[in-house]
Structures are given as structure tokens and as C-alpha cells.
């Protein structure tokens, strides 16, 4: 520690002056001391301002899923810290949060001196996915499969993927055909 080296050497320099014997009991009480009154109230002088530092993941996949999360921790302060996203209704001694819906969160961090730090962070989610669909009819002779299906989205999260079998099977293309008449059951 800065403060400890520059008391040492002026409790040197002053003893040397005045010829003081100073034992090892009266250094740690003066060094006591100055730690909690000296320069710049030193009892804290080894920890920085509390803060919060961390990245916020949104909500990723399908628009309403709950899989956001924060992942925080504390710069600073006085360990040992306890976290909390829902202002101390409760809390945890450690800054991930998983599972989040989508909104505003004021992440809250104590440390042992009841310092706090807190922001304001917001998850969010990709748009509600749209499916726009377009056919060809078969044309031709009965049992002809020159049908075709042509599907577009936007919204949700890319890469998309198609099926025209009720989810059995996707395909990265959204072109399908050489299709028979019938139906054919979209999955989004």
C-alpha cells in the first residue's frame, strides 16, 4: 500500500530526528490510526468506487421464450457482495440471473459496507415471427406433381427453417417443389 510505504518512511525520518525507540505495538496503533483518519479516510483507499459491470443476453429463439439472462459482477467496493434484480426482495451472492422475460431490470449490488451500485439494464426479444406463404397450383393431368410452395418469413431469429409435413422434417430452403395436390401443414 502507498499510504503504509510513505508512513514508514516519515515514522523513520521522525524517529531518526527525535531519537524515538518505537516498538512494533505503537506502529500498528498509529498505523491504525492513520487508516482510519488519515489522508483521504484510507480506510477505503484500496477499493475503487463500487460498480457493476457485466453483458445482458436477450431473449434469443422463439418471441415470448424466458431464456434472457444478466451476468454481472462487482469492480470495486468491499468483498463480499450480495446481488439483486428485484430490490432486495430477495437476493444472491452472485450476479447471473437466468431465464429472464423480456423488460427493464435495476440490478442492484452491496458490498460488505453496505455500499451500493446499481443500473438499469434492458432485455429484449426478437419480433413475433411472420410466415408469408405462396402456392402453385399442380397443373396438368391427375397425379401430375408439378405444385410448388414458396415461403418467406421475417421476425424471430435467423436462420430459418422450413417443413411442409407438420414439423417432421425441416429444410433450410423455403422452396418446395414437385409437390402432389393435398395439404400440406405449415410449421413456423
Not at 477499493?47 to 429463439?61: A, D, F, H, Y
Not at 422450413?162 to 400440406?184: Q, R, T
Request: charged share 20%; net charge negative.
Amino acid at each position: 500500500m502507498v499510504l503504509i510505504s510513505d508512513f514508514q518512511r516519515k515514522l523513520h525520518f521522525a524517529a531518526d530526528i527525535k531519537k524515538i525507540k518505537i516498538n512494533k505495538i505503537a506502529f500498528a496503533t498509529l498505523f491504525v490510526f492513520l487508516l482510519l483518519f488519515g489522508k483521504n479516510n484510507a480506510y477505503s483507499t484500496d477499493n475503487e468506487i463500487l460498480k457493476l459491470e457485466g453483458l445482458v443476453k436477450n431473449v434469443t429463439g422463439c418471441y415470448d421464450d424466458k431464456n434472457g439472462f444478466l451476468k454481472f459482477y462487482a469492480v470495486g467496493g468491499t468483498p463480499s457482495y450480495i446481488y439483486t434484480i428485484n430490490n432486495w426482495q430477495s437476493s444472491q451472492s452472485t450476479g447471473d440471473f437466468l431465464n429472464l422475460d423480456v423488460g427493464f431490470y435495476t440490478l442492484k449490488v452491496r458490498d460488505a459496507l453496505n455500499n451500493e451500485a446499481s443500473i438499469e439494464v434492458e432485455i429484449t426479444q426478437p419480433e413475433d415471427f411472420k410466415l408469408i406463404g405462396q402456392k402453385t397450383n399442380v397443373t396438368g393431368c391427375f397425379g401430375d406433381n408439378n405444385g410448388a410452395i414458396s415461403l418467406s418469413g421475417s421476425g424471430g431469429t435467423i436462420p430459418y427453417e422450413f417443413s411442409i409435413n407438420n414439423g417432421v422434417d425441416f429444410y433450410a430452403s423455403n422452396s418446395f417443389s414437385e409437390l402432389y395436390a393435398g395439404y400440406y401443414s405449415i410449421v413456423k
